[in-house]
T-cell receptor, first 110, second 115 residues
């Protein structure tokens, strides 16, 4: 079963715009990770945020975590065509397993 | 440092056959996890190996099995293939420690088609 649900399922924007995608989960977690997947390929790790952190930055990426609402958001600023990919959140469910969400498909038009 | 490699990249099998997929982790990584990705079910956790021992297992039937060798390379096997086993199988490695605490480094995947 899926732990994380990303929202929206699909997002289309123009280059230069910001992209925001959200992840909601159901139970307490130790940490939450975001990954990117280009079409049909392996996943690439973007950011890991721990349950006691509220915000984290990496280049053009900003991740927030609200444990009271059981949600996280990924913001990509100044999007580029190369950002076109699917984005997944992954949580641990306070178990030993890493569970991935359903993903958001981002399309950035030049 | 070389990334995670998976072989073969593409595979076509028929129902009832069995298949073995291989994964070589990044040098120094001792944890290897396997995932199945399908359009309908998304990314599903199969199992995780550490030091040749299965540490965690997902909710898959016994037809799905795996093992890890002393050099951390891992194989997964699917016996009696079904049409629904068609998927992208992804392998990920990480530094020692549970997968949930660490960044996972993914291979390119093996695309399995069952006819």
């Amino acid at each position: 079963s899926q732990q994380g649900e990303e929202d929206p399922q699909a997002l289309s924007i123009q280059e230069g715009e910001n992209a925001t995608m959200n992840c909601s989960y159901k139970t307490s977690i130790n940490n939450l990770q975001w990954y990117r997947q280009n079409s049909g390929r392996g996943l690439v790790h973007l950011i890991l945020i721990r349950s006691n952190e509220r915000e984290k930055h990496s280049g053009r990426l900003r991740v927030t975590l609200d444990t009271s609402k059981k949600s996280s958001s990924l913001l990509i600023t100044a999007s580029r065509a190369a950002d076109t990919a699917s984005y997944f959140c992954a949580t641990d469910l306070y178990t030993d397993k890493l569970i991935f969400g359903t993903g958001t498909r981002l399309q950035v038009f030049p | 440092k070389a990334g995670v490699t998976q072989t073969p990249r593409y595979l076509i099998k028929t129902r009832g056959q069995q298949v073995t997929l291989s994964c070589s982790p990044i040098s120094g990584h001792r944890s290897v996890s396997w995932y199945q990705q399908t359009p309908g079910q998304g990314l599903q956790f199969l199992f995780e190996y550490f030091s040749e021992t299965q540490r965690n297992k997902g909710n898959f039937p016994g037809r799905f099995s795996g093992r890890q060798f002393s050099n951390s390379r891992s194989e997964m096997n699917v016996s009696t293939l079904e049409l629904g086993d068609s998927a992208l199988y992804l392998c990920a490695s990480s530094l020692p420690g549970l997968a949930r605490y660490n960044e996972q480094f993914f291979g390119p995947g093996t695309r399995l088609t069952v006819l």
